[in-house]
């Protein structure tokens, strides 16, 4: 068995844990008893388990390392967790994947010391042959739910939108705001749940809002990341840099996040809850991939209204519908009028 054909099982068992022998057969051309044998050989080596029997088994990844800690708040330093609990289960990994952990574990819990109000904050780690997750959660007044208080805003939703934005802090004179905004862009997935809110930013690189059946206390976020991923914190720090800066200059703004359920985006008030902060970045790309259409109003506050008041702040549309991209050039030919 060859390295990408052990990747490819382990892939495919991760994707669905049914009827895997017959889609291995399928997948690389051998037979099925082969593509068995694989299975069982992975099986003993216990990097996976299976369950039930015949054509109703399942296989599944095997959790290889697993570690979970709850701390008291008070006192509690970030690096204690990080040296104590994560580097035991992480340090056959790559540097690059160390350093990623590093920065985005650490960054978590100091967020989570410093902000949550939580009497307790617990770490876990989770690692299979393919993944690791890491775990952070306290038992405060739920992030959502301090930004909406601290900035005054009208809906908790509306605390996700800053978040996807960056440069968030209700601390600035101890804060930077940049903790979940990377650490959200080095992971392949990371969420933050929290109340009934549920933010996540996949694997895909997308931003998504969803609502949860459970009012649940506190804050949990969630970060998985692949055992032998190849990125590297310097180049997704510089995606967002400006040229030959080392500032945080550039964001991406889902604008769907903007546009809460059942609603257009047609008002000027809907456009300056988008384009609050904006002025603190060099560049602002505005992607609008599940936005359908926008209104003329929200159009012109944004890119003549905004821009003609900040005009070192450029904004770059992408993912436009013919009908977005429509208001879009009406609203510059009156900026140019």
Sequence with gaps: MTADVRLSILATIAQDGGNVAARLAAQHGVSR?????????LRQEGVITSSGVGRGVRYHLATLAQVRQGYARAGL???????????????DLSVNVRDIWHYAVTEMVNNAIDHSGSERVTVELLRDALNTTVYVADEGEGI??????????????????????????????????????????????FDIRSGKLHFMHDEWGADVLMERPADAPGTLVLMRLG????????????????????????????VRLAQHEGEKLVSRSQAKRLTLRFERFQTVVLDFAGVEEIGQAFADEV?????????????????????????????MRGANA
């Excluded at 970030?78 to 580097?87: F, G, K």
């Excluded at 005009?311 to 993912?319: D, E, F, N, R, V």
């Design 33 to 41: 008893q082969s593509a068995s044998a694989w299975l069982a050989r």
């Design 77 to 91: 330093h970030e690096d204690r967790v990080w040296r104590d609990l994560m580097t035991p289960k992480l340090g």
């Design 144 to 189: 959502f739910l301090k930004i909406q208080r601290a900035l005054k805003m009208y809906d908790p939703r509306e605390a996700i939108l800053e978040l996807a934005k960056g440069k968030l802090t209700t601390d600035p004179a101890n804060h930077t705001g940049e903790g979940i905004f990377f650490s959200s862009k080095v992971m392949d997935a």
């Design 227 to 254: 055992n032998d991923s190849g990125r590297t914190l310097s180049e997704v720090f510089d995606q967002f840099a400006a040229p030959e800066e080392y500032t945080f200059a550039k964001t991406i703004v889902p």
């Design 303 to 331: 890119f003549r209204v905004f821009q003609q008041a900040h005009p070192a702040t450029a904004l770059l549309p992408i993912h436009m519908t013919a009908a977005v991209d429509n208001m879009f050039r009406r609203a």
